[in-house]
């Protein structure tokens, strides 16, 4: 069994900016489809994300157009809407630093993004950004990325794991399954990490920092080795 820690890496507002991205989509539906045309559209996501468990972009698109194609007259714009999300330049809204973070982290054991969503959008997202070339293509996606950590393992099987996520829902999971097998590191940054509601829900992460970026503070090694230690 490997000996050195496996680095798990989320990605939405982890490593890259989600919360920015969803901004800029938001301002090109309001430009194409109108204000009212972009709230239908985001009703539609959530309420797929809620069925699904996982943000599906272009399967609310899919389904926008077949709630308005018979009586909108900005329907045909749809085709403007899902180049504009194939082609986005995802790798501009990577969190400073990130690239850097992983390669360090690379240095310190093995990287592997570990990520929620389809399998369509995410893995693009991750190949567009970036991402999938600095862990040298170990990506697993899932839907529910913490209730498929026998997989993980079995992927990548070692001694300790180190999950980087700004979801502290997902933090708390994990360690319940991995218990002291698992360092949680808790980036604060999107919308999830500053929720007072979430932060008031689920227990402080083994560490956290204010931006990901923060990982190559020179500290960073000492505290977590610190941490390994005492396991």
């Not at 969803?22 to 194409?32: P, T, V």
């Not at 839907?143 to 996520?165: I, N, T």
Request: net charge negative; glycine share 6%; hydrophobic share 40%.
């Amino acid at each position: 069994m490997n000996t050195d820690p496996v680095f798990l890496l989320d990605v939405d507002n982890t490593l890259l900016d989600n919360d920015r991205i969803i901004a800029d989509l938001r301002d090109h539906l309001e430009r194409e489809i109108g204000v009212a045309g972009f709230d239908r559209y985001w009703a539609i996501f959530e309420a797929l994300r809620d069925r699904l468990g996982y943000t599906d972009y272009l399967g609310a698109l899919q389904s926008y157009r077949a709630d308005v194609e018979e009586s909108d007259a900005t329907a045909y714009r749809l085709l403007s809407l899902s180049t504009f999300l194939i082609d986005y330049p995802f790798h501009e809204r990577l969190y400073p630093s990130a690239l850097e973070v992983i390669a360090r982290l690379g240095r310190l054991g093995t990287t592997v993004i570990l990520s929620d969503g389809d399998v369509v959008f995410q893995p693009r997202k991750v190949k567009r950004s970036g991402l999938w070339d600095a862990v040298e293509g170990r990506v697993l996606i899932y839907v529910h990325k913490e209730q498929k950590l026998d997989a993980v393992q079995r992927c990548y099987p070692a001694r300790h794991y180190v999950m980087v996520d700004d979801k502290q829902r997902i933090l708390t999971a994990m360690k319940e399954v991995l218990g002291e097998r698992l360092v949680t590191v808790f980036p604060r940054q999107g919308h999830y990490a500053h929720d007072p509601a979430n932060l008031a829900r689920y227990p402080a992460a083994d560490m956290s920092v204010d931006h990901i970026g923060d990982l190559l503070e020179p500290d960073f090694e000492s505290r977590l080795k610190a941490i390994l230690e005492k396991i």
